[in-house]
T-cell receptor, first 113, second 113 residues
Framework: EPEVTQTPSHQVTQMGQEVILRCVPI?????FYWYRQILGQKVEFLVS????????KSEIFDDQFSVERPDGSNFTLKIRSTKLEDSAMYFC???????????FGPGTRLTVL | DAKTTQPNSMESNEEEPVHLPCNHS???????IHWYRQLPSQGPEYVIH???SNVNNRMASLAIAEDRKSSTLILHRATLRDAAVYYC??????????????FGTGTRLKVLA
């Protein structure tokens, strides 16, 4: 069964550094998403992406965040200057259509020191 | 946004059916009811969804009240691998035509051997 993959599984970085989290969505899916989950808290929506542009974003997704689909398979989340509070699990998801079920990846654990 | 209310935790014995309730008294006519689960250290996983009629798939059944103000996810025979946090989510259309998935705190299901 096709699945969403994410790399790396764990990223450790120093505060103020830039990080790029990578995702490979399911190949025939057209909608892509990033969510995050701070330890012990809810899964929070960050951004949705379709047709090479952001279709929806939450208040969490401020100017330090950006997303990109650099080629036909990858979908990335960049955090320009990481803060301690960015430490969380980041989940990528994809779906065939925005109204349909979302398939989540296994997540990247980001630790900001 | 319409909200959902779920019990924080439930326990079940292995091989027995589990009924996970969800209240969504402010649901609107266009909101689909989605269920996802999150196994330990994994991303959310789609389980089932419905609008008005009861639904069955290989993982579970979804029973939706006639007034749609509540629903119940039914696992017919719980296994140890079903231990997870189960989220009841209303798929809300936004004014921009996209669809939000707002995760609550979910129900942590513990399955006893």
């Amino acid at each position: 069964e096709p699945e969403v993959t994410q790399t790396p599984s764990h990223q450790v970085t120093q505060m103020g550094q830039e990080v790029i989290l990578r995702c490979v969505p399911i190949s025939n899916h057209l909608y892509f998403y990033w969510y995050r989950q701070i330890l012990g808290q809810k899964v929070e929506f960050l951004v949705s992406f379709y047709n090479n542009e952001i279709s929806e974003k939450s208040e969490i997704f401020d100017d330090q965040f950006s997303v990109e689909r650099p080629d036909g398979s990858n979908f990335t989340l960049k955090i320009r200057s990481t803060k301690l509070e960015d430490s969380a699990m980041y989940f990528c998801a994809s779906s065939e259509m925005d109204s349909l079920s979302r398939y989540f990846g296994p997540g990247t654990r980001l630790t900001v020191l | 946004d319409a909200k959902t209310t779920q019990p924080n935790s439930m326990e079940s014995n292995e091989e027995e059916p589990v009924h996970l309730p969800c209240n969504h008294s402010t649901i609107s006519g266009t909101d689909y009811i989605h269920w996802y689960r999150q196994l330990p250290s994994q991303g959310p996983e789609y389980v089932i969804h419905g609008l008005t009629s009861n639904v069955n798939n290989r993982m579970a059944s979804l029973a939706i009240a006639e007034d749609r103000k509540s629903s119940t996810l039914i696992l017919h025979r719980a296994t140890l691998r079903d231990a997870a946090v189960y989220y009841c989510i209303l798929r809300n259309p936004t004014t921009s035509g996209t669809y939000k998935y707002i995760f609550g705190t979910g129900t942590r299901l513990k399955v006893l051997a």
